[in-house]
């Protein structure tokens, strides 16, 4: 089959998680900094500098809804520990079968969830390395499947191409596999059915208990690599242009470009403009452009709370939008 197209389960595991990332085409992998890093790079978590909580609304398409709840404290000596639950939810839908194919007047419901726990830490000033360990889980109506994954990211900041001279403005440059775990198989009352052995036969017992057997399906394998460049860095504002390379396990590669420019408000906090496209190259995408914003105010002790918005378009599916609200202390 020609990119395995329609071959893992739990597809919602490639919906990117917060607005920074999504509105930058979702070129992050080597940009993420903050709770999001629990989805885009688990080692992009080391570089969170004070306890954060992050919460994300994800209206997507078809009256579909997303959210994610995200937090991570910092342990001295250790590293940084981060958690973050993702729900999907598909609302209600008719009951149909062969019969009642205009409905039998029941409703299902069926839901995603991922729970993921991630650990990060910096070896040195200029590499830090991440894991997640994640348990995800499927549900329609009576039947469900289970499956154990693990993400693992670096990230690494050179020197190179460093527009200020300072080490710290070089190109950074990370990496990260994301769902690599076990097979799903569904599982519940849903897929039993008696069954008559022998239809045409009279006399024999016509209805033995019978099961159907569901194929394990992957999940989705997704390999990212990518590269930030900070052309622009002075005391009030800073410029970043992003560029990912993904490769999945049931689609075609493809890349992502995003920019970000984030200004310094003296005494208030950072404002951001972020933009860019996604899925390059990709065979017959229906992605598009994407763009946002972000505030981030600042508050008693360098506290801080943020709100970040983000458009996606995703060409006849409609256009979505993103949510985040996040609070350091």
């Given at each position: ?24 085409g ?44 995200g ?19 598909y ?26 726990l ?58 990260s ?19 008559d052995?022998?239809?045409?036969e ?23 690599i ?42 208030f ?26 505030l ?13 918005y ?18 350091s202390?």
């Amino acid at each position: 089959m020609i990119n395995r197209y329609g071959t893992t389960a739990a597809n919602f595991l490639e919906i990117g998680v917060g607005s920074d990332g999504s509105a930058m085409g979702e070129a992050f992998v080597a940009v993420t900094s903050g709770i999001s890093s629990i989805y885009w790079n688990p080692a992009g978590l080391a570089n969170l500098e004070r306890s954060t909580v992050a919460f994300m609304m994800h209206p997507w398409i078809v009256d579909i809804n997303m959210l994610f709840t995200g937090g991570a404290f910092i342990v001295p000596g250790v590293g940084n520990i981060g958690f973050g639950i993702t729900q999907m939810d598909y609302g209600e839908m008719p009951v149909t079968t062969l019969e009642y194919q205009e409905g039998t007047g029941e409703n299902f419901t069926a839901s995603d969830m991922a729970a993921t726990l991630t650990f990060s830490r910096k070896i040195v000033s200029w590499f830090a390395f991440g894991s997640s360990l994640k348990y995800i889980r499927s549900n329609i109506w009576h039947s469900s499947a289970n499956s154990f994954a693990v993400d693992l990211g670096v990230l690494v900041n050179t020197k190179f191409f460093s527009f200020t001279g300072n080490d710290k403005d070089g190109m950074n440059i990370g990496m990260s596999i994301s769902n690599y775990g076990t097979r799903m198989r569904f599982d519940g009352i849903d897929i039993y059915q008696p069954v008559d052995i022998s239809e045409y036969e009279e006399g024999n017992y016509g209805d033995v208990a019978g099961q159907f057997r569901p194929s394990e399906w992957e999940l989705p394998l997704i390999f990212r690599i990518g590269i930030a460049l900070k052309p622009i860095v002075n005391n009030f504002s800073r410029v970043t242009v992003a560029v990912d390379a993904l490769h999945p396990n049931n689609n075609s590669e493809s890349i992502n470009v995003g920019c970000s420019m984030d200004n310094n408000i003296p005494g208030f906090g950072m404002f951001s403009l972020r933009g860019g496209v996604k899925a390059l190259y990709m065979d017959s995408p229906q992605y598009g452009y994407t763009g946002g914003l972000g505030l981030e105010m600042f508050y008693i002790g360098n506290r801080s709370l943020s709100i970040d918005y983000a458009y996606k378009s995703m060409g006849i599916l409609g256009d979505v939008h993103v949510y985040t609200v996040g609070f350091s202390f």
